[in-house]
T-cell receptor
Framework: DAKTTQPNSMESNEEEPVHLPCNHSTISGTDYIHWYRQLPSQGPEYVIHGLTSNVNNRMASLAIAEDRKSSTLILHRATLRDAAVYYCILRDNSGAGSYQLTFGKGTKLSVIP | DAGVIQSPRHEVTEMGQEVTLRCKPISGHNSLFWYRQTMMRGLELLIYFNNNVPIDDSGMPEDRFSAKMPNASFSTLKIQPSEPRDSAVYFC???????????FGEGSRLTVL
């Protein structure tokens, strides 16, 4: 599976936008970019995913570089409830090994009141 | 929707004892995953079921671990005999289809003394 690289930790002030980067230079054409987050003492939860175009949903936006070698998860207005570990994961949709998600270390986001 | 339900939420046992963790996936989901999370190793996939059939158990640490899915609404993960190094949070997740998002339970925190 193609790997992702994320910063270990980031800080943000409450009510400010947060940009969480992810590098995936070995991404293949069939890899989708998925983001999950894990709040303290909870299981991971889905945030967003995309292939080539930027994506928006009620939780966040996903900006994907034109060459797809990197992406950025954008939280438009961080709240204290957004403090979590954010995982960027590549998911192969070619049909080979596409059933699982392999979680890395993720980025621990701290939100400062 | 009740989400993925895991039990027990917390288990403390002594080395050598048998441990059984239980999972009820979301109704209608046909894929079920067992993950283990530790500080050292992060989130690791242990086993994956599709339509109640184990597809990939390559992540199961050793013969002391076994998992079953007797029907679409129930799965167990058993450790016999348990060892202190098995102490971790065990997550169950389910999914509809091959490409949908994963829904995680709240986890079962296991402590083996």
């Amino acid at each position: 599976d193609a790997k992702t690289t994320q910063p270990n930790s980031m800080e943000s002030n409450e009510e400010e936008p947060v940009h969480l980067p992810c590098n995936h230079s070995t991404i293949s054409g069939t890899d989708y970019i998925h983001w999950y987050r894990q709040l303290p003492s909870q299981g991971p939860e889905y945030v967003i995913h995309g292939l080539t175009s930027n994506v928006n949903n009620r939780m966040a936006s996903l900006a994907i570089a034109e060459d797809r070698k990197s992406s950025t998860l954008i939280l438009h207005r961080a709240t204290l409830r957004d403090a979590a570990v954010y995982y960027c994961i590549l998911r192969d949709n070619s049909g080979a090994g596409s059933y699982q998600l392999t979680f890395g270390k993720g980025t621990k986001l701290s939100v400062i009141p | 929707d009740a989400g993925v339900i895991q039990s027990p939420r917390h288990e403390v046992t002594e080395m050598g004892q048998e441990v059984t963790l239980r999972c009820k996936p979301i109704s209608g989901h046909n894929s079920l995953f067992w993950y283990r999370q530790t500080m050292m190793r992060g989130l690791e996939l242990l086993i994956y079921f599709n339509n109640n059939v184990p597809i990939d158990d390559s992540g199961m640490p050793e013969d002391r671990f076994s998992a079953k899915m007797p029907n679409a609404s129930f799965s167990t993960l058993k450790i016999q005999p348990s060892e202190p190094r098995d102490s971790a949070v065990y997550f169950c997740a389910s999914r509809s289809g091959s490409y949908g998002e994963l829904f995680f339970g709240e986890g079962s925190r296991l402590t083996v003394l």
